[in-house]
Antibody
Framework: QLQLQESGPGLVKPSETLSLTCTVS??????????WGWIRQPPGKGLEWIGS???????YYNPSLKSRLTISVDTSKNQFSLKLSSVTAADTAVYYC??????????????WGQGTLVTVSS | DIQMTQSPSSLSTSVGDRVTITCRAS??????LNWYQQKPGKAPKLLIY???SLQSGVPSRFSGSGSGTDFTLAISSLQPEDFATYYC?????????FGQGTKLEIK
């Protein structure tokens, strides 16, 4: 059974870089037909897609975050990572990683990691 | 960006009731619409993909329908474990966007 687990600091200072890693177990990150995505949810609010990456390295990002965002993949460790620079309090959220299934044009997120809360505060 | 609007935002309902949640897209998205269930403190769980395809392991009391701009999630007979927040998500074009959520509460 495929499982995803987010890891990284729970507290980041304003203007610094938020860094998270998602470790995939029970399956290979190099499987064809799957991207790997990040989604976030501010406390008490809705969901926002951040971006997705293929094991070969191709990415697509939410334009609202693109200038601050880097998503990378390490197939040797079965992990993918998120870096978001110049963070502010507005970046405080639960960050989820998820497998992003692509089937033609249709695509969906399943399964998801349990999520990790990142707070931006001095 | 494609805006997704769900209605209602919240709904008080009872075990055994039939419930429908509506999701409207700001432009046509064919059938590229997914539904997720989220319980407090938990990650979202995929229920329906491509508007009407039931994800493996999801009870058959959940169903999805619609195409174009208007979509519906139906739960035929609410069970206690179904009280949660439900989100729609368009997968037609990036940035992929979600509805604001519909919270089902016990009456």
């Amino acid at each position: 059974q495929l499982q995803l687990q987010e890891s990284g600091p729970g507290l980041v200072k304003p203007s610094e870089t938020l860094s998270l890693t998602c470790t995939v177990s029970g399956g290979s990150i190099s499987s064809s037909g799957y991207y790997w995505g990040w989604i976030r949810q501010p406390p008490g609010k809705g969901l926002e897609w951040i971006g997705s990456i293929y094991y070969g390295g191709s990415t697509y990002y939410n334009p609202s975050l693109k200038s601050r965002l880097t998503i990378s993949v390490d197939t040797s460790k079965n992990q993918f990572s998120l870096k978001l620079s110049s963070v502010t309090a507005a970046d405080t959220a639960v960050y989820y990683c998820a497998r992003h299934r692509i089937s033609g044009i249709a695509n969906w997120f399943d399964p998801w990691g349990q999520g990790t809360l990142v707070t931006v505060s001095s | 960006d494609i805006q997704m609007t769900q209605s209602p935002s919240s709904l008080s309902t009872s075990v055994g009731d039939r419930v429908t949640i509506t999701c409207r897209a700001s432009q046509r998205i064919s059938s590229y619409l997914n539904w997720y269930q989220q319980k407090p403190g938990k990650a979202p769980k995929l229920l329906i993909y491509a508007a009407s395809s039931l994800q493996s392991g999801v009870p058959s009391r959940f169903s999805g329908s619609g195409s174009g701009t208007d979509f519906t999630l139906a739960i035929s007979s609410l069970q206690p474990e179904d009280f949660a927040t439900y989100y729609c998500q368009q997968s037609y074009s990036t940035p992929y966007t979600f509805g604001q959520g519909t919270k089902l509460e016990i009456k």
